[in-house]
């Protein structure tokens, strides 16, 4: 691999952080040959070659003149974008080059940067570089792991995918992962100003879904802004995929890192449980997923507790389940997530004419 080294000449002027990639290419590539790493060059626009959202639209807050900088969190001073976002890195990364692309970029959007990348004062340019990623453009690469930021953080200091899947992690001013899970947990649970922990305080967690007997059952209903949809027993939303042919997984490796799969026992159909609606599905690596009409079901690493329904729509291809096993991709249940009137959104929220919603089902 060549590896060219930035120039220590004076700064050319300053550019903002172009945008961040909330979707790429929408395949789930999980695997790619190393891309050239460079730690220098010549300068260009990185928006314009990606065409990505802006960072104020994915972020209100103010970005600094710099592609990264220091920031505090619950794990000690680690890498934080120019939106004081924290920053990841990706274990499954090798050799610098990301495999983080498609469904996994719109949980964990690559920090992208101009070769000539701006740093804040006191971190070591040394340790830094960018990597060229399958649509050209560039990454920002911290020791050897390409830089993410991860959409289920939602304000500075947030650390939520800090061991999402056991391989993604925050990263030190030194480009060192931080692999210490527990940590987190700790420092989560002994701040008492946290927003999770105010959170958890102020809403019950919801009761796990049961059927008519009173007994345990994987899979329930409930109502958000978008309508009714399908939760696990822990209450958190669950989606599906429009990648997903025939009725088999499409999403595994990073993927299903950032979408895992909801699995069960075996190949019977838990108790209580509509054979109507649901059936079993068996995974590439010989696992059980349940699926609810034609669409195997999962969550979203973004989500953060029941009722959050952040991968919604997220890039054209995950979507809301509803009770029936169809998905909630019409306008109307989009709409409703950025306020709009509730009642509505969940009258019309789900595939917008009868035909859509019997094939997506698929009965």
């Known amino acids: 691999m060549f590896i060219q080294m930035k120039s220590l000449k004076p700064a050319k002027s300053i550019k903002l952080l172009g945008g961040l990639a909330a979707g790429a290419a929408l395949i789930v590539a999980c695997g790619t040959d190393p891309a050239p790493l460079t730690a220098g060059g010549d300068a260009g626009s990185t928006a314009a070659q990606s065409g990505v959202a802006s960072e104020a639209a994915i972020n209100p807050i103010a970005a600094s003149p710099v592609d990264a900088t220091v920031g505090a969190s619950a794990l000690g001073d680690i890498l934080v974008g120019p939106n004081g976002m924290s920053l990841y890195g990706f274990t499954n990364d090798a050799q ?20 000539d990348f701006t740093l804040a004062p006191g971190l070591d340019e040394g340790l830094f570089a960018t990597t060229t990623r399958e649509d050209g453009t ?16 939602a304000v500075p200091g947030d650390v939520k995918g800090q061991g999402s899947g056991d391989v993604w992690f925050v990263v030190t001013a030194d480009g060192v992962l931080i692999t210490d899970t527990a940590a987190a947990s700790d420092a989560a649970a002994s701040d008492p100003e946290s927003s999770d922990t105010a959170t958890a305080e102020a809403t019950p967690a919801p009761a796990a879904p049961s059927d008519s007997d009173g007994q345990p059952v994987p899979v329930g209903v409930s109502a958000t802004e978008a309508g009714e949809i399908l939760v696990d027993a822990g ?19 990073a993927c ?31 696992s059980f997923q349940l699926k609810a009409g034609k669409w195997p079901l999962y969550r979203f690493a973004g ?61």
């Not at 209450?235 to 490796?253: A, E, I, K, P, R």
């Not at 009722?307 to 169809?326: C, K, R, T």
């Open 96 to 115: 610098a080059a990301s495999t983080c692309y498609g469904t996994c970029a719109d949980a964990w959007p690559p920090v992208l940067a101009d070769r």
């Open 138 to 153: 560039f990454q920002l690469v911290a020791g050897k792991w390409p830089l993410y930021y991860f959409a289920g953080d």
């Open 235 to 253: 209450g958190l939303s669950l989606y599906g995929f429009t990648n997903d042919s025939d009725g088999q997984s499409n999403c595994d490796g």
């Open 303 to 363: 989500d953060g507790g029941p009722g959050e329904i952040n991968g919604q729509g997220s890039g054209g291809v995950w979507f809301l389940a509803g009770p029936d096993g169809s998905l909630l991709k019409g306008e109307s249940a989009a709409a409703s997530m950025a306020g709009s009137d509730t009642d509505s959104s969940a009258e019309q929220g789900s595939d917008s004419d009868t035909d859509d919603a019997e094939d997506d089902r698929g009965y």
């Open 256 to 286: 299903a890192d950032a979408w895992p799969p909801l699995l069960v026992d075996g190949v019977e159909l838990p108790r209580g449980l509509d054979p109507q609606v649901f059936s079993i599905v068996t995974r590439s690596d010989g």
